[in-house]
């Protein structure tokens, strides 16, 4: 109950175009799910994050969008550019349990130019 | 936004030695701060949650007496791998929680000869 499930686990988009990383999640219980973007050998970085009583956030070319009936969330990178390739893990936590993260697997993005 | 450092950001030790890293929230206070692990391509393992004042809490299979961890003050937490091996080579990455955001430290890269 745990866990969070992401997909794709890696994506190839061409520059310009729309980067679509998927997550699921069964505890219903989580209240705060946030998506983090990561270099390789850096830490992640907050990109974007959600609570469960808003439909879609967006903050410049990222988007979330939650669909609370369904228990999934999912990231929208619009005009897709080559420096946005990196790994992105979602990740969902609740207050219950001191904001614990539980992080997705992970999907390794790579733009194209 | 928040900023955690972490030092050193490579260790590079002998086979049993112990190797201590610092996590540090540089403009905030951070009651709760936690370490993770993370393994080439994986997603990240939370190993411990470290509070303020108090014992951290590990989590399960995570060995308390080899990884110690100390949270002296609101923005300073450290973890010493005991003895180290090779096996204990890996990502380690701290976080510090301010609210419900996590604020992801740029990692310590590890390697047991």
């Known amino acids: 109950q745990q866990q969070v499930k992401q997909s794709p686990q890696s994506l190839i988009v061409q520059k310009g175009g729309i980067s679509i990383i998927n997550c699921a999640y069964e505890n219903t219980a989580f209240d705060y799910f946030p998506w983090y973007q990561q270099f390789p050998g850096k830490g992640p970085a907050l990109l974007i994050a959600i609570r469960p009583d808003v439909s879609e956030k967006k903050e410049g070319r990222f988007t979330i969008s939650f669909n609370k009936s369904a228990k999934q969330f999912s990231l929208h990178i619009m005009d897709s550019q080559p420096g946005d390739s990196a790994t992105y893990f979602c990740?969902?936590?609740?207050?219950?349990?001191?904001?614990?993260?539980?992080f997705g697997e992970g999907t390794q993005l790579t733009v194209n130019p | 936004g928040a900023v955690v450092s972490q030092h050193p950001s490579w260790v590079i030790c002998k086979s049993g030695t112990s190797v201590k890293i610092e996590c540090r929230s540089l403009d905030f206070q951070a009651t709760t701060m936690f370490w993770y692990r993370q393994f080439p391509k994986q997603s990240l393992m939370l190993m411990a949650t470290?509070?303020?004042?108090?014992?951290?809490?590990?989590e399960q299979g995570v060995e308390k007496d080899k990884f110690l961890i100390n949270h002296a003050s609101l923005t300073l937490s450290t973890l010493t791998v005991t003895s180290a091996h090779p096996e204990d080579s890996s990502f380690y990455i701290c976080s510090a929680r301010t609210f419900d955001e996590q604020f992801f430290g740029p990692g310590t890269r590890l390697t047991v000869l």
């Open positions: 470290s509070n303020e004042g108090s014992k951290a809490t590990y």
């Open positions: 990740a969902a936590s609740m207050k219950t349990s001191g904001s614990r993260l539980t």
